[in-house]
């Protein structure tokens, strides 16, 4: 089973948010929590362009454009 850390990593912050031999709390990194729908498509190999344009196409699809 997954660890629930898993799911709080994001892409764009390093491992270690302190830059080695500072004290820690001089720089701390928020991290941001990833939804459902980004940890999916990135687990799936789903571009976020393409995904952007899936979702766009059902959105017309359900309101009959």
Do not use: F, H, I
Request: net charge positive.
């Amino acid at each position: 089973m997954v660890s629930r850390g898993t799911w709080t990593t994001s892409l764009s912050t390093p491992s270690s948010p302190v830059a080695e031999g500072s004290p820690r709390s001089a720089r701390v990194v928020p991290r941001r929590v990833m939804t459902m729908a980004e940890v999916m498509r990135l687990q799936m190999g789903v571009t976020e362009q393409s995904d952007s344009r899936l979702r766009k196409t059902l959105m017309r699809t359900l309101v009959g454009q």
